[in-house]
């Protein structure tokens, strides 16, 4: 699985962004996804989850209600969308993937992205 992300960016805080990953090498339906990220000096944290379907998600607390994970099965893609984003969002942000077989969000992943850089200024 070969995944490629982007649309991250330089932003204001409260304003947005929509990151996107595209997919190909496996039937992308069959896969389980996820965004990660890992700001300078800190672990790389799970902050959205989504289920091969779309019918299981789930978000870390430091996101809900700002975050929106969603996929597009027809289009191979999976995206984030960033909404009243905040200083402590600057970080670089991983798309990752997994074949799991069943419609369930899953917290460890086997192939990732590469990255793309999001920086909020105050």
């Known amino acids: 699985v070969q995944l490629q992300a982007s649309g991250g960016g330089h932003v204001q805080a409260g304003g947005s962004l929509r990151l996107s990953c595209a997919a190909s090498?496996?039937?992308?339906?069959?896969?389980?996804m996820a965004w990660f990220r890992q700001a300078p000096g800190k672990e790389r944290e799970l902050i959205a989850a989504?289920?091969?379907?779309?019918?299981?998600?789930y978000h870390a607390s430091s996101v809900k209600g700002r975050f929106t994970i969603s996929r597009d099965n027809a289009k191979n893609t999976m995206y984030l969308r960033m909404n009243s984003l905040k200083p402590e969002d600057t970080a670089v942000y991983y798309c990752a993937a997994k074949y799991v077989g069943q419609e369930v969000v899953v917290t460890t992943y086997d192939y990732w992205g590469q990255g793309t850089q999001v920086t909020v200024s105050s």
């Open positions: 989504i289920s091969w379907s779309g019918g299981g998600i």
């Open positions: 090498g496996r039937t992308f339906s069959s896969l389980s």
